[in-house]
């Protein structure tokens, strides 16, 4: 068997296959972001072996562990943990949505270097000008920074010993030369940094250590487990859904929002704020369009009228165009297309109609056209979508689905009932670095139904899209 640890924002999830990739049992842990002032997304990464240990406790007694042959992670990007010559936190780790290092992260970008070796934006929400801030505000920590891991490679170090990466979220980092899968040492001296700083890298399918004796003993599983290099958490669940070869695509409707698509070749357009970065296999990249408030923008909506995103979206009936009410959904800033951390959310067109339920249509319409903002800026670049795989929470709403639908011009299918996320990639990750299998094992899933566009409401959308694009730009000037 073979298992996947999956660490989200919001709890740790873990998940055993047999070695036919059948699901055989899955546990959780909660997991709470701390946000202090405004901008800032903090955890405590103690907070991540907690949950780890209350995960794994949770699954060895729905199943026995000690066929496992194989362990896979996946995590969040981004995040800043920095470790002092003990090993020790120094700070709570800093999250792909913190975007306080606005400032350190514009001075790296009007660098030419940056975006030439790692093909990406310095977006804020990197590693890199995080752990510059922390140079230039906290420096006595920054004094003691022996080490630099992202989340999951964190979680590694506990498991295995091992402070090592992989190349899929290292490339999310701003430090990676991603064309060549390697650290950039011109970029981390221009960071103040050296190669000693960084955990080592392996490919995400490759063994990246063993798990530690006293783990599996503690949660019966044999000795000498492999665990894989394991990837990014979108890398991850492309990976879980088949996603790696041109042409694949996946919509990921998770706190943030993701449209990921798959390449054979490392082809970065940096200008578009389309993140470049490699894929969790060999040989392989991928692109991304990122809105960082997807599910968290409904959820904030839920909140603001004392309710839940799932009453809010049970009863909308069929789609309708677009109203009068415009929702920005940026909320915490945004990444693709706009690369700007300091713009915030609005609500537009409010009038004496503006309802509850109208409030609702416009936050899904409002995260929707940020979608098609993403599509727009993939497609600019050259990539090319033929399907289009729907994942995460909000795709229970199948009226979101279908505005999206709508709004892409494309149809999107949805998996037959499984868990074809992060854990599940990471497992099967897991699985390759114990048997030696390939990309051959990481299959689609089968659809288990597909959401059409609405061809007769396409134009209103279009419409509405072409509003909200001119929205963004006013709101720019005026504020």
């Not at 906290?138 to 498991?159: F, G, Q």
């Not at 390939?438 to 566009?453: C, D, F, L, Q, S």
């Amino acid at each position: 068997m073979y298992l996947g640890l999956d660490l989200g924002t919001s709890g740790l999830k873990a998940l055993l296959i047999d070695a036919d990739q059948r699901l055989v049992a899955e546990a959780t842990a909660p997991l709470t972001v701390q946000r202090p002032h405004s901008g800032w997304s903090e955890q405590n990464p103690a907070d991540w072996l907690a949950a780890a240990e209350i995960a794994m406790t949770a699954l060895a007694a729905q199943h026995p562990l000690d066929a496992v042959r194989g362990v896979g992670l996946s995590g969040h990007m981004h995040g800043a943990t920095l470790l002092d010559a003990a090993g020790d936190v120094l700070r709570p780790c800093m999250l792909w949505n913190d975007t306080r290092s606005h400032a350190e992260a514009a001075v790296f970008d009007a660098n030419p270097q940056w975006r030439a070796i790692t093909g990406n934006i310095v977006f804020p929400g990197f590693t890199a000008p995080k752990v510059d801030w922390v140079r230039v505000n906290e420096p006595e920590i920054w004094k003691k920074t022996a080490k630099i891991l992202l989340p999951k490679d964190y979680l590694r170090l506990w498991l295995t010993g091992e402070a090592v990466s992989e190349m899929s979220d290292a490339a999310g980092t701003s430090w990676l030369d991603t064309g060549a899968r390697d650290w950039s040492d011109v970029l981390l001296t221009a960071s103040g940094l050296t190669r000693d700083q960084m955990p080592g890298l392996v490919e995400g399918s490759a063994p990246s250590g063993k798990l530690r004796d006293t783990l599996a003993n503690r949660w019966g599983l044999p000795k000498g487990v492999v665990v894989a290099g394991g990837a990014g958490d979108n890398a991850a669940s492309a990976v879980g859904m088949g996603v790696v070869k041109p042409g694949q695509a996946f919509l990921s409707l998770g706190t943030s929002g993701v449209l990921f698509a798959a390449s054979a070749a490392y082809q970065p357009d940096a200008p578009t704020a389309v993140h470049t970065f490699c894929h969790a296999l060999p040989d392989t990249w991928h692109q991304m369009g990122v809105i960082l408030a997807c599910t968290d923008a409904l959820n904030w909506y839920a909140g603001l009228v004392q309710s839940d995103a799932a009453s809010l979206t049970a009863d909308l009936g069929p789609l309708q165009a677009p109203g009068e009410t415009l929702f920005l959904p940026y909320l915490g800033g945004e990444r693709t297309p706009h690369n700007d951390a300091a713009t915030r959310g609005a609500f537009l067109g409010l009038g004496h109609a503006t309802d509850r339920t109208a409030g609702t249509r416009a936050v899904l319409e409002g995260v929707s056209f940020a979608f098609r903002d993403s599509l727009d800026a993939l497609r600019s670049t050259g990539t090319q979508i033929d399907t289009l795989v729907a994942v995460g929470g909000g795709s229970k709403s199948d009226y979101w689905l279908q505005a999206l639908a709508t709004l892409l011009d494309m149809p999107i299918d949805l998996p037959e009932a499984g868990d074809f996320g992060g854990a599940f990639g990471a497992a099967r990750l897991g699985l390759m670095a114990a048997t030696g299998a390939g990309t051959e094992i990481a299959t689609p899933p089968a659809t288990a139904r597909t959401i059409a566009p609405e061809i007769g409401l396409t134009s209103a959308f279009m419409d509405k899209h072409a509003q909200y694009r001119a929205a963004y730009r006013a709101l720019k000037e005026a504020l």
